[in-house]
């Protein structure tokens, strides 16, 4: 049985190219910054602006553990079952073509041009402390963990790891753990991941952010909100509230962005409070999804801005591939006669150049390779998911 009802969230398309713009900005502060002596004016819009790539990918996955989640809910309604075989294939069509590509790129092709790199070059592009067999395995994030994440190019890909490992188990949880007891789970597995960052990370930034257990509560938290989205009752909530709290709500969340510096420096001692602290953002995060999906009284709907949520169907790629990008231009500006350290003008051409590259060579990955295993996806679903995101 197939049902005809769409499920498709077009608020959410413009949200998954905001976050990887974030993301964008502060890998080319990450990448390029270090070679720049910034002003402390400089340095306090680079902390508080360009730093905040972490809660970008926290809401990639909420936005992801919501999607995943509200899709298997839905087909378990609509046909009695969870088609997991199915449900499998769907996620290799869309994940593995292009996350081996850039393995392949990254790991063979940009690694032969290691004995020409100019002096001083910005980038790492030794395999050396990349553990292959790892990344091979979706399980780059524990690569980054043992070994840091010194080759960036490939060292991008231990969020679709995490993702990946998430993929594999969550639908056997919502196709045998019964729907009453989903609230519970969800909840038990929330707490759980607060209580693996306080007694097992306790502090270590690494281990807080790469570790999957660490992740579990972004993941879970979009689960959560799925689950309640089901609920006639809690989303009604949603559609009446008043703009004026929708406002507030949004404004207090943003005023907590720059205290997780605070709250989360080793040095404080705020473990606990640093263990929870994401949950809290995932909070925020699940909010924004809930009201730009359902709230009739909202300020500003981002579906609204159709170039920005025109390009949230290629963020994948450009996620993927924004490093590599940045690879190609600071070797073409090499081989131009550019020279490292460079200063402002230098940073900034290179970074908007970049960023016109990747989006550009997305698209081009998108329409010629990505959408040839996307459309195969339409051979193995249970519900009708054509707009899938």
Same mark, same amino acid.
């Given at each position: 049985?197939?049902?005809?009802?769409?499920?498709?969230?077009?608020? %959410?398309? &413009?949200?998954?190219? !905001?976050? #990887?713009?974030? =993301?964008?900005?502060?890998?080319? *502060?990450?990448? $390029?910054? @270090?070679?720049?002596?910034?002003?402390?004016?400089?340095?306090?819009?680079?902390?508080?602006?360009? %730093?905040? &790539?972490?809660?970008? !990918?926290? #809401?990639?996955? =909420?936005?992801?553990?919501?999607? *995943?989640?509200? $899709?298997? @809910?839905?087909?378990?309604?609509?046909?009695?079952?969870?088609?997991?075989?199915?449900?499998?294939?769907?996620?290799?069509?869309?994940?593995?073509?292009?996350?081996?590509?850039?393995?392949?790129?990254?790991?063979?092709?940009?690694?032969?041009?290691?004995?020409?790199?100019?002096?001083?070059?910005?980038?790492?592009?030794?395999?050396?402390?990349?553990?292959?067999?790892?990344?091979?395995?979706?399980?780059?994030?524990?690569?980054?963990?043992?070994?840091?994440?010194?080759?960036?190019?490939?060292?991008?890909?231990?969020?679709?790891?995490?993702?990946?490992?998430?993929?594999?188990?969550?639908?056997?949880?919502?196709?045998?753990?019964?729907?009453?007891?989903?609230?519970?789970?969800?909840?038990?597995?929330?707490?759980?991941?607060?209580?693996?960052?306080?007694?097992?990370?306790?502090?270590?930034?690494?281990?807080?952010?790469?570790?999957?257990?660490?992740?579990?509560?972004?993941?879970?938290?979009?689960?959560?909100?799925?689950?309640?989205?089901?609920?006639?009752?809690?989303?009604?909530?949603?559609?009446?509230?008043?703009?004026?709290?929708?406002?507030?709500?949004?404004?207090?969340?943003?005023?907590?962005?720059?205290?997780?510096?605070?709250?989360?420096?080793?040095?404080?001692?705020?473990?606990?409070?640093?263990?929870?602290?994401?949950?809290?953002?995932?909070?925020?995060?699940?909010?924004?999804?809930?009201?730009?999906?359902?709230?009739?009284?909202?300020?500003?709907?981002?579906?609204?801005?159709?170039?920005?949520?025109?390009?949230?169907?290629?963020?994948?790629?450009?996620?993927?591939?924004?490093?590599?990008?940045?690879?190609?231009?600071?070797?073409?500006?090499?081989?131009?006669?550019?020279?490292?350290?460079?200063?402002?003008?230098?940073?900034?051409?290179?970074?908007?150049?970049?960023?016109?590259?990747?989006?550009?060579?997305?698209?081009?990955?998108?329409?010629?390779?990505?959408?040839?295993?996307?459309?195969?996806?339409?051979?193995?679903?249970?519900?009708?998911?054509?707009?899938?995101?």
């Amino acid at each position: 049985m197939i049902s005809n009802t769409k499920v498709f969230f077009p608020n %959410l398309d &413009g949200f998954r190219f !905001i976050c #990887f713009l974030i =993301v964008f900005c502060n890998h080319s *502060i990450d990448c $390029l910054g @270090l070679f720049i002596d910034w002003s402390p004016k400089y340095a306090i819009i680079d902390e508080n602006f360009f %730093l905040n &790539g972490d809660l970008a !990918i926290s #809401f990639f996955f =909420v936005l992801s553990g919501f999607l *995943i989640t509200y $899709l298997l @809910l839905h087909e378990k309604k609509m046909t009695g079952k969870i088609n997991i075989k199915n449900y499998y294939v769907r996620r290799v069509l869309r994940i593995w073509p292009l996350y081996f590509l850039i393995i392949i790129i990254t790991m063979y092709f940009i690694p032969m041009l290691s004995n020409h790199m100019p002096e001083n070059f910005p980038m790492n592009t030794s395999m050396e402390n990349v553990n292959v067999w790892l990344y091979l395995g979706f399980l780059g994030n524990f690569s980054v963990l043992f070994n840091g994440i010194d080759n960036v190019l490939v060292g991008v890909l231990w969020t679709v790891s995490i993702e990946e490992q998430f993929y594999l188990i969550w639908p056997l949880i919502i196709a045998f753990v019964p729907t009453k007891y989903l609230l519970k789970t969800f909840l038990a597995l929330i707490f759980g991941s607060i209580a693996f960052r306080y007694f097992y990370a306790h502090g270590d930034f690494m281990i807080a952010r790469f570790h999957t257990l660490s992740a579990t509560s972004d993941l879970t938290s979009g689960a959560l909100i799925a689950l309640l989205a089901t609920k006639e009752m809690f989303i009604n909530r949603i559609k009446i509230m008043p703009k004026s709290t929708i406002i507030i709500i949004y404004i207090v969340g943003f005023i907590f962005f720059p205290l997780r510096f605070f709250i989360m420096n080793p040095e404080n001692h705020l473990v606990l409070l640093s263990s929870i602290l994401p949950v809290v953002y995932s909070a925020f995060f699940a909010f924004i999804i809930f009201e730009q999906n359902y709230a009739d009284n909202s300020f500003y709907k981002i579906g609204n801005a159709k170039r920005i949520s025109s390009l949230g169907k290629y963020t994948y790629a450009m996620y993927s591939f924004h490093f590599i990008m940045f690879f190609v231009v600071l070797y073409a500006y090499s081989l131009l006669g550019g020279k490292f350290p460079f200063y402002y003008k230098g940073f900034f051409g290179v970074t908007i150049v970049t960023l016109i590259l990747t989006i550009s060579f997305s698209k081009i990955s998108y329409k010629y390779f990505e959408i040839k295993f996307l459309n195969l996806k339409k051979k193995f679903i249970s519900i009708d998911t054509s707009k899938e995101q």
